[in-house]
């Protein structure tokens, strides 16, 4: 099974400010990596597909790199609405694995 | 639009199995690239893959569960069922239901809680 490992597990961060997740595959999974938000009670949402691909819908200021087994999560400019956990999925061997989870607290 | 929505029971006694259903709309799974997974959330922690089933009958389980799961479609009524036997208070989490797009989930469903006791 492919372990996914996201640092850090927890960040409390500024509005405006970047903020930079990552997340490691355990052996090289190409492109196949996704990211989700995930707020308190509600269910996760689509964020980056295939580690870079933006989805219609969410906010510019969202933005994936990386290849093999290293990839990032990028948010621009943080907003207070952004208080989430974020989870890194990967899809190269199915049904998939997620990451532990980055929470990120809006000072 | 698409949308999906888990039914089931909310409490299950331990050993018994646990049949949850996805009911969707807005997509065919008769369609090529279509699946629908099911992903669980214990109270607190991380999202955990369970099994997904695409439109060509491909089925993948999660290694660790693959013995006590079954995940089954039905093209005509837009249902994905998923059983999971001998459940455990372990196994108390909330269960999604997702569209798959290849292999990404674009679309989830509101999400039921499924608690495990005696």
């Known amino acids: 099974e492919i372990v996914l490992t996201q640092s850090p597990d927890f960040q409390s961060v500024t509005p405006k400010e970047k903020v930079t997740i990552t997340c490691r595959a355990s052996?090289?999974?190409?492109?196949?990596l996704h990211w989700y938000q995930q707020k308190p009670d509600q269910s996760p949402k689509l964020l980056i597909k295939?580690?870079?691909q933006s989805i219609s819908g969410v906010p510019s200021r969202f933005s994936g790199s990386g290849s093999g087994t290293d990839f990032t999560l990028t948010i621009n400019s943080l907003e207070a609405e952004d208080a989430a956990t974020y989870y890194c999925?990967?899809?190269?061997?199915?049904?998939?694995?997620f990451g532990q989870g980055t929470k990120l607290e809006i000072k | 639009q698409i949308t999906l929505k888990e039914s089931g029971p909310t409490l299950v006694k331990p050993t018994q199995t646990l049949t949850l259903t996805c009911t969707f709309s807005g997509f065919s799974l008769s369609t090529s690239g279509m699946g629908v997974g099911w992903i669980r959330q214990p109270p607190g922690k991380a999202l955990e893959w369970l099994a997904l089933i695409y439109w060509n009958d491909d089925k993948r389980y999660s290694p660790s569960l693959k013995s006590r799961l079954t995940i089954t479609k039905d093209t005509s009524k837009n249902q994905v069922v998923l059983t999971m036997t001998n459940m455990d208070p372990v196994d108390t989490a909330t269960y999604y239901c997702a569209h798959l797009r290849y292999t990404y989930a674009d679309y989830w469903g509101q999400g039921t809680l499924v608690t495990v006791s005696s």
């Open positions: 295939y580690a870079s």
């Open positions: 052996q090289s999974i190409g492109s196949s």
């Open positions: 999925h990967q899809s190269s061997s199915l049904p998939g694995t």
